[in-house]
């Protein structure tokens, strides 16, 4: 992880910089333009909201490279501030929120609810930097890798791959403008670098016969990781990576519920909870918020009832997790945060942040390292299960589930209902 904080800011600020300096970028690489369905699910003025159906990337072997390469493109379909085009209408795209897309239109055009339009995917550039093989006899594997990779990249049409021999030199140069050893103005080095959309950059090691991995794909604009990919492999180019979500964790529901928020129904062993999207009670008068209807009755011991997501995140880039909510009557609310061991996904870490619920909607903000470990959750495990204690160490890197709610064991019998809105991961 450190490696990558030391990296990737010089590779942003280089990056970062041209696309200050450059108003266009000339690409040679032309082909037809790749479009994509989508639905009007909202339409105000310039501003629509689109719910897209994304294309799924031809592979013809489940390989580790190939399952990069699929997120990388899945990811970057899409970047918030790129320009493309709705029916032949010029649009910018403004948000990003799993499978809903909201563009601004250079004009107004109001659309009709549930109307089909045709998108156009922007063409994006891409700098790959070499992947660096850190620890291990088989350097060659890091450029057998990247190779790959980067095929698999260019014949997706998606992207014009920055030729990674003129970056390395380019950024070579920059580096000595910064020390004063050559008479190249910083200008001049900057005016070379080709504009930019995303960095992919990685690590490679192997020890005892096992890759360790670690990627990540940096929105330039943005500067900050799309995808992050943490994986132990004992074959690098045969099994399947594990993925997690890097985007900032964003619960905005005025338009919908990303992937990872468990709804519905669950019975307890006496009582019950029941979570959906509330469309008219979001904070501020939005259009939505995550809801939870409850009952807790007396002589329930241990019964939680929860607001849940399982959406494995990497959010090493960020200080904790904020929220606001209210409830129909004052409640002691719990969050936990569900952490696991980089060598074991089933050695499992309970992290813990206590607040109080009011009646008027209220944030709660939980750094992560004002967290307070848990290990009583393993004697609620049920018979059979494969999680285990972990090691009592909090990584944001390796998130595997976050939880809202309320414990029976800090409040009296009770029942009703409570309202999450716009949960985020800080900086």
Not at 294 to 310: N, V
Request: charge should be positive; charged fraction near 25%.
């Amino acid at each position: 992880m450190g490696r990558f904080c030391f990296i990737l800011p010089a590779i942003l600020l280089s990056l970062m910089v041209s696309c200050a300096t450059s108003k266009q970028s000339t690409k040679t690489e032309q082909t037809s333009p790749l479009i994509v369905d989508g639905t009007v699910q909202e339409s105000v003025m310039s501003e629509l909201s689109l719910v897209l159906n994304f294309p799924e990337i031809k592979r013809t072997a489940n390989s580790t490279v190939e399952e990069i390469a699929q997120q990388v493109i899945q990811k970057s379909l899409f970047l918030e501030g790129l320009k493309t085009e709705i029916n032949g209408l010029p649009a910018i795209v403004k948000e990003i929120r799993g499978k809903t897309v909201d563009f601004v239109l250079d004009k107004p055009q109001p659309m009709a609810r549930g109307v089909s339009v045709k998108v156009k995917i922007p063409k994006k550039t891409i700098a790959i930097m070499d992947f660096e093989v850190i620890r291990g006899p088989e350097r060659e594997v890091g450029r057998v890798f990247l190779e790959s990779l980067t095929s698999l990249l260019i014949d997706s049409g998606n992207f014009v791959v920055v030729e990674r021999e003129k970056l390395k030199t380019i950024l070579r140069e920059q580096e000595l403008t910064q020390t004063g050893l050559t008479q190249e103005t910083k200008e001049g080095v900057v005016g070379k670098l080709l504009m930019a959309d995303l960095v992919l950059t990685g690590t490679l090691a192997e020890l005892g016969g096992i890759w360790d991995i670690n990627i990540r794909l940096v929105d330039v604009r943005k500067g900050q990781a799309l995808v992050a990919i943490a994986k132990q492999t004992p074959s690098i180019f045969g099994t399947v990576s594990e993925m997690r979500d890097a985007n900032p964790l964003h619960g905005d529901f005025a338009k919908g519920i990303d992937p990872g928020w468990s709804l519905g129904y669950r019975k307890l062993d006496s009582g019950f909870y029941s979570v959906y999207l509330d469309p008219k009670a979001g904070l501020e008068g939005s259009k939505g918020s995550l809801r939870m209807d409850f009952d807790l009755p007396a002589g329930i011991r241990g019964s939680f009832a929860q607001f849940r997501s399982d959406q494995r995140r990497d959010l090493s880039l960020y200080e904790g997790v904020e929220f606001y909510i209210r409830a129909t009557r004052p409640l002691f609310g719990t969050f936990n945060l569900i952490t696991s061991h980089p060598d074991d996904s089933n050695k499992i870490a309970y992290w813990v942040g206590n607040f109080e619920i009011g009646t008027e909607w209220k944030i709660i903000r939980l750094p992560f390292n004002k967290l307070v470990y848990a290990d009583n959750w393993i004697t609620r495990e049920p018979s059979g299960s494969q999680r285990k204690l972990g090691d009592k160490t909090l990584r944001p890197s390796r998130i595997e589930g976050l939880r809202i709610g309320v414990w029976s064991t800090r409040n009296p019998p009770c029942s009703g209902s409570i309202w999450v809105d716009k949960i985020r991961s800080y900086k």
